[in-house]
Nanobody, 126 residues
Framework: QVQLVESGGGLVQAGGSLRLSCTAS????????MGWFRQAPGKEREFVAA????????PYADSAKGRFTISRDNAKNTLDLQMNSLRPEDTAVYFC???????????????????WGQGTQVTVSS
């Protein structure tokens, strides 16, 4: 079992930036393909960004392209999501997730992931 913990959420004005981090105790996150998803109030959880196990593939949702960057900090054992130019419609709970060990591709659908964090709230005010 992989226990993931997200951090870095908060309240920010439109146009601002936040950096989310995801960590796991007892696991080396660089050995997993991982992703970020989000869920806004009254909406289904949706894909934001993912990274392959090797780090060479990083797909993004259209809403995130050009504004968000997914990356790993292997020294800190974290998966990060740098979010710039935030918009009110980015308001959501953001979740990190890992794919099963050995599946190295960057998945873009929820069913491809088997462990999830509890989420961190991001609120963007207009």
């Amino acid at each position: 079992q992989v226990q993931l913990v997200e951090s870095g959420g908060g309240l920010v004005q439109a146009g601002g930036s936040l950096r989310l981090s995801c960590t796991a105790s007892g696991r080396t996150l660089s050995t997993y393909a991982m992703g970020w998803f989000r869920q806004a109030p009254g909406k289904e959880r949706e894909f934001v960004a993912a990274i392959s196990q090797g780090g060479n593939t990083t797909p993004y949702a259209d809403s995130a392209k050009g504004r968000f960057t997914i990356s790993r900090d292997n020294a800190k054992n974290t998966l990060d999501l740098q979010m710039n130019s935030l918009r009110p419609e980015d308001t959501a709970v953001y979740f990190c997730a890992v794919r099963p060990f050995g599946l190295t591709g960057a998945g873009t659908t929820q069913s491809q992931y088997d462990y999830w964090g509890q989420g961190t709230q991001v609120t963007v005010s207009s």
